[in-house]
């Protein structure tokens, strides 16, 4: 098991009419990791994160989970096989609570109805639902906002929503979490806060992390690996120093783009 990479994404190509978002990529990420794709704006970042999780089929190429093609599965056979998500925008019920929103990110483990009547209480869908509450609850601690279990998700700063999304996600304790820029908007001490629970993310509950992320200290302070792209193509792909050392990459980053880096991820 230990020698088969838990993703592996094999030649994927993805164009959209005549935009061709993904040419030719290929790489691996190992069980443990934290693997960053970093790239220009339009670089097809997204674009690859969604043909993992299954919201996009690449035209060509095949990619595998845990030594299993997943190419063509939907997003929730994904997910049941441990890739979870979160997305660039946040994503969340914003009238419900902390805890309501999180639960919702484990209902489909439920193998009982709610509703299965008077025995409710006295069933085993009640266990279950404890049980998944004690989960919901690790989580809750790990993550550190028992504070505001009660609150109302909408009424929260945008840092800590963004932490309750990656509560969400990662209560379906999913092998693989992929995570689109999970600390676009945040401010610097939300940022390396966000930076600590992804490290422990693998340490506390043994998740691979594959993450787009535009803070290129962030990314280089907590990855093990990292892939460029630029124009859909892969630039080089590393270790966080031998990316940096990379002259095609101190051009785009270094050179005419945004110096800071800081990507808001407010995209419409
Ligand atoms: N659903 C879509 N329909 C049409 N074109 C798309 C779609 N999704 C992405 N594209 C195009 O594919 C290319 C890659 O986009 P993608 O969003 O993957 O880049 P990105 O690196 O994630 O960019 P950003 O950093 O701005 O989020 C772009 O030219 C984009 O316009």
Not at 51 to 78: D, M, W
Not at 124 to 132: D, G, I, Q, S, V
Not at 232 to 246: D, H, L, Q, W
């Amino acid at each position: 098991m230990s020698d088969v990479p838990l993703l592996k994404v094999e030649a994927v190509s993805l164009a959209f009419g005549g935009v061709k978002a993904l040419t030719d990529i290929s790489f691996s990420v190992n069980s443990g990791e934290v693997f960053s794709i970093i790239g220009p704006n339009g670089a097809g970042k997204t674009s690859m994160l969604n043909c993992i999780s299954g919201r996009y089929s690449p035209n060509q190429g095949r990619i595998l989970f845990s030594g299993q093609e997943v190419t063509h599965l939907k997003p929730n056979a994904r997910a049941e096989l441990g890739i979870g998500r979160t997305f660039q925008n946040l994503a969340l019920f914003g009238h419900m609570s902390v805890l309501d929103n999180i639960m919702v990110g484990r209902h489909h483990m439920l193998n009982n109805n709610f509703f299965t009547g008077p025995l409710y209480w006295f069933s085993p869908a009640k266990r279950e639902e404890l049980a998944h509450r004690r989960a919901v609850e690790e989580i809750i601690d790990f993550l550190e906002i028992s504070h505001i279990r009660k609150a109302i998700a909408g009424t929260l700063s945008y840092g800590l929503r963004k932490r309750v999304e990656l509560a969400r996600a990662i209560a379906l304790k999913p092998d693989l979490i992929l995570l689109d820029e999970p600390m676009a908007g945040m401010n610097l001490e939300e940022k390396e806060d966000m930076a600590r629970y992804i490290m422990d993310l693998n340490a506390e509950f043994g998740m691979t992390v594959t993450m787009i992320e535009h803070d290129m200290g962030v990314v280089m302070d907590i990855s093990d690996r990292v892939m460029v792209l630029d124009f859909g193509k892969k630039v080089v792909e590393g270790s966080p120093e031998a990316v940096m050392a990379n002259e095609h990459v101190q051009k785009a980053y270094l050179g005419e783009e945004d110096p800071e880096l800081e990507g808001t991820g407010e995209v419409a």
